[in-house]
């Protein structure tokens, strides 16, 4: 019975973007250790209630909720020159400050070169710790030409993004809340990224 969820939040404007397989993939993993994924994007909101940070909004409402239910929150984001998506800005700053407290984070990210691996440390992360998530993970950085294009089938990867990406999200299933670890602690994010950029 599946009684964990984590929310995944999609800062792509495009539905079937390759960050969205990335999310897809990982959506596969949380599965199979009975952990439901729920999706947020821009998609889901009113053009008014984006642009002006309503907070009234039934649908900004309703997206809070789901990020306070839920155990722990995955990022997933395009990058451009070296800055994550636009989309993703608009839907951080619908969190409240302090929204992401004791619910730790995955990042995934997709970029044209392995020229922005960085991004995730010196873009997004001070986002997620100024939202005082508990556990940032070192998160994924997929290089586009690693992830099919085509939208109709099931999500393609390389082989080594696949086996990071399931690593990835099984450390990130061992740091919920109420899990017990079932493999060793993660080394040093300097290693992964090190090991990441030798893959890449």
């Given amino acids: 019975m599946?009684?964990?969820?984590?929310?995944?939040?999609?800062g792509s404007p495009s539905q079937t973007s390759r960050t969205a397989k990335l999310v897809d993939r990982a959506a596969d993993i949380l599965q199979a250790a009975d952990i439901q994924l729920q999706r947020s994007s821009i998609h889901d909101f009113p053009a008014q209630a984006l642009l002006h940070a309503?907070?009234?909004?039934?649908?900004?409402k309703q997206f809070q909720q789901r990020v306070a239910r839920a155990q722990g929150i995955i990022i997933a984001t395009p990058v451009y020159k070296a800055a994550y998506a636009g989309a993703l800005k608009v839907l951080l700053d619908l969190i409240p400050e302090g929204g992401l407290t004791g619910k730790p984070?995955?990042?995934?990210?997709?970029?044209?070169?392995?020229?922005?691996?960085?991004?995730?440390?010196?873009?997004?992360?001070p986002v997620l710790a100024a939202l005082k998530a508990s556990d940032i993970h070192?998160?994924?950085?997929?290089?586009?030409?690693?992830?099919?294009?085509?939208?109709?089938?099931?999500?393609?990867?390389a082989e080594d993004l696949a086996a990071r990406l399931e690593a990835a999200v099984s450390e990130?299933?061992?740091?919920?809340?109420?899990?017990?670890?079932?493999?060793?602690?993660?080394?040093p994010a300097s290693s992964q990224w090190l090991s990441q950029r030798i893959s890449l």
């Fill in 2 to 10: 599946i009684s964990m969820t984590v929310l995944a939040i999609l």
């Fill in 54 to 60: 309503d907070f009234s909004s039934e649908a900004v």
């Fill in 105 to 125: 984070v995955l990042p995934l990210a997709s970029g044209g070169s392995p020229g922005h691996l960085l991004a995730v440390d010196y873009a997004i992360k």
């Fill in 138 to 157: 070192q998160g994924v950085f997929a290089v586009e030409a690693q992830i099919a294009r085509d939208a109709h089938t099931q999500p393609q990867l």
């Fill in 172 to 187: 990130f299933i061992d740091r919920l809340p109420g899990r017990t670890p079932r493999r060793p602690v993660a080394p």
